[in-house]
């Protein structure tokens, strides 16, 4: 299993932004598909972007797309999640996911991934 850190999260107002990184050791990101998931209070979790670091194809969820960015950093070990305009709705507890790639078919859903991370807090309000 991967350990996998998230940071980057907090409080923003409307209309700003915030990046999140999530990093592993010992591992080597690039062979990962690496997902966000969020999950806001009261509901279920949900799928944000997806990377394949091997292939650099990416997913995003229909709410985020045009805002969100996912990348990643090979040589850092970290992906991250550039979030802009970010609206009230995007607050959430923030999950990086980790999953090493052994076929090239991939999914960008929770049941994927076997590794997480203990999730970052992103709140957006004025």
């Known amino acids: 299993e991967v350990q996998l850190v998230e940071s980057g999260g907090g409080l923003a107002q409307p209309g700003e932004s915030l990046r999140l990184s999530c990093a592993a050791s010992r591992v080597a990101f690039s062979d990962y598909v690496i997902g966000w998931f969020r999950q806001a209070p009261g509901k279920e979790r949900e799928r944000v972007a997806c990377?394949?670091?091997?292939?650099?194809?990416?997913y995003y969820a229909d709410s985020v797309k045009g805002r969100f960015s996912i990348s990643g950093d090979n040589a850092k070990n970290t992906v991250y999640l550039q979030m802009i305009n970010l609206k009230p709705e995007d607050t959430a507890v923030y999950y990086c996911?980790?999953?090493?790639?052994?076929?090239?078919?991939?999914?960008?859903?929770?049941?994927?991934?076997?590794?997480w991370g203990q999730g970052t807090q992103v709140t957006v309000s004025s």
């Open positions: 996911a980790a999953q090493l790639q052994t076929y090239s078919e991939w999914a960008c859903v929770d049941w994927y991934f076997t590794s």
């Open positions: 990377i394949s670091n091997g292939e650099q194809t990416t």
